[in-house]
């Protein structure tokens, strides 16, 4: 079975430039997770869609992050204009249709390290 | 709002060396209680989890028991081994998962 993909990998800007990152979740997975690592911390849960619709984003920064999910499958998430602080790695993880016993098992790609000059 | 305090690290061991990685939470409610490992160059991936309080997760010579009298969840293992080495990760899951920071581990050989 295919796991999370991500990309890019790595991915450097200047500030107030944009950026996104694409991710393809497991295939059948209903329910895909943004994460953002800043060093040093653990992953915070940036938004969660369940198929095409957003489940929780508050935690997204609205003003600066949007993120799409078009079709139930492959998502993408957008910053637009990149502030230094956004520095991190962005994760992306999918998991089984929510309530199925699996509540937290989730499966992670390899991320995409964003560094902002 | 709900919590996760893991030891700081890195925690640096001998190979067979018994390892224990402290983790308590706060959270309200019955959360669900996991271990995530992120190896070198690879995802976080589900080490153990543990549904409800006095369950012990295990995996691969790893073990934590849900003690909810001491709101904890300590991983454990009784020998280490290099190819441990990696970050790892508690969290909780009430209706996310929140994660703690992570604690290195390196095995030495």
């Known amino acids: 079975e295919a796991g999370v993909a991500q990309s890019p990998r790595y991915k450097i800007i200047e500030k107030r430039q944009s950026v996104a990152f694409w991710c393809n979740p497991i295939?059948?997975?209903?329910?895909l997770y943004w994460y953002q690592q800043i060093l040093g911390q653990g992953p915070k849960l940036l938004i969660q869609?369940?198929?095409?619709?957003?489940?929780?984003d508050s935690q997204l920064p609205k003003d600066r992050f949007s993120a799409e999910r078009l079709k139930g499958v492959d998502s993408t998430l957008k910053i637009q204009p990149a502030k230094l602080e956004d520095s991190a790695v962005y994760l992306c993880?999918?998991?089984?249709?929510?309530?199925?016993?699996?509540?937290?098992?989730?499966?992670f790609g390899p991320g995409t390290r964003l560094l902002v000059l | 709002g709900n919590s996760v305090t893991q030891m700081e690290g890195p925690v640096t061991l001998s190979e067979e060396a018994f390892l224990t990685i402290n983790c308590t939470y706060t959270?309200?409610?019955?959360?669900?209680l996991f271990w995530y490992v992120q190896y070198p160059g690879e995802g976080l991936q589900l080490l153990l989890k543990a549904t409800k309080a006095d369950d012990k997760g295990s995996n691969k010579g790893f073990e934590a028991t849900y003690r909810k009298e001491t709101t904890s969840f300590h991983l454990e293992k009784g020998s280490v081994q290099v190819s441990d080495s990696a970050v790892y990760f508690c969290a909780l899951y009430g209706n996310k998962l929140v994660f703690g920071a992570g604690t290195i581990l390196r095995v030495k050989s």
């Open positions: 959270a309200t409610g019955y959360p669900s």
């Open positions: 295939s059948g997975h209903a329910t």
């Open positions: 993880a999918s998991s089984p249709l929510e309530g199925q016993g699996l509540s937290g098992t989730q499966y």
């Open positions: 869609f369940q198929n095409n619709g957003v489940v929780d």
